[in-house]
């Protein structure tokens, strides 16, 4: 966390501010709290993006989703004020690295640990669907590795205030390392098994360092999404079918939420009982 700014507003809301979690393209993201104590991570959209006239309007509706989405594996929506000069949602702050940032091509994830972060996303994206709801944006920084466990972030606001996501002017949104094929071609219906091709690739970032199809500019990382097959050197073998599965280009051919997690809990643990301090730090790599 970094201080506060001499421009930062003291409080928003009924939340007292504590110091900057980070910031993007489109908006400030705080550490805020409750007077009961209770942290919240608060973003907050740059005063531009808010002025465009159907901003406040898709703003709005995605807070009224997210607050639909229910369990453990989300972090839960506990204020929003979409008519703010500067709109603002607040939702449960989660301790803990992001995918991202804990993991790289030089130290990927142990498989038991890439297992546990399946787990977690595909009972996170169960409590989602069985909201009549498609996160459409599913990646490595939208993953907390919480102590209890992974847990998805941002959801229902990412299409909204995340500066990396991809958002063409006629609608489009993803982000292009992690967008299913027919996200890519801005198909009209999108439906969950674009979220499960993401998932897929979320689990190659977990295994390998990187993503499924490769780095560079997000045009050609979109054009090898619809044309190429993922690379999945490096995936642990017991993990290769699953993500391969998650990965194909027909939706109609991914498998469903509970069909991966029967596949997931059905791979063998390879690890011994962890310490205390081992599991709080599960995703850590022991030597």
Known sequence: MEPLEPGDPPTIGPFLLLGRLGSGGMGL?????????????????????????????????????????GGFWTAAVVDADPTARKPWLASEFIEGPTLDKAVSPTDPLPLDAVRTVGLGLVEALIAIHH?????????????VL?????????????????????????????????MSPEQCRNEPTIGPAADIFSLGGVLVYAATGRGPFGDGPGYAILARALTEEPDLTGVPERL???????????????????????????????SSPRTEQQRERWWVRRS
């Open 146 to 178: 919480a102590a209890q466990g992974p847990r998805v972030i941002d959801f229902g606001i990412a299409r909204a205030m995340d500066g990396s996501t991809l958002t063409a002017p006629d609608g489009r949104v993803g982000t292009a390392a992690y």
């Open 29 to 69: 993201v705080y550490l805020g709290r409750l007077s009961s104590g209770r942290p919240v991570a608060i973003k907050v959209v740059h005063e531009h993006f808010a002025q465009h006239p159907d901003f406040r309007e898709r703003f709005a509706r995605e807070v009224r989703a997210a607050r639909t989405v």
């Open 240 to 270: 290769v079918p699953i993500v391969a599965d998650c990965l194909r280009k027909d939706p109609a051919a991914r498998p469903g939420t509970q069909e991966l997690l029967a596949r997931l809990r059905t791979m063998t643990a390879t």
């Open 131 to 143: 909201a009549n709801l498609i996160h459409r944006d599913l990646k490595p920084s939208n993953v």
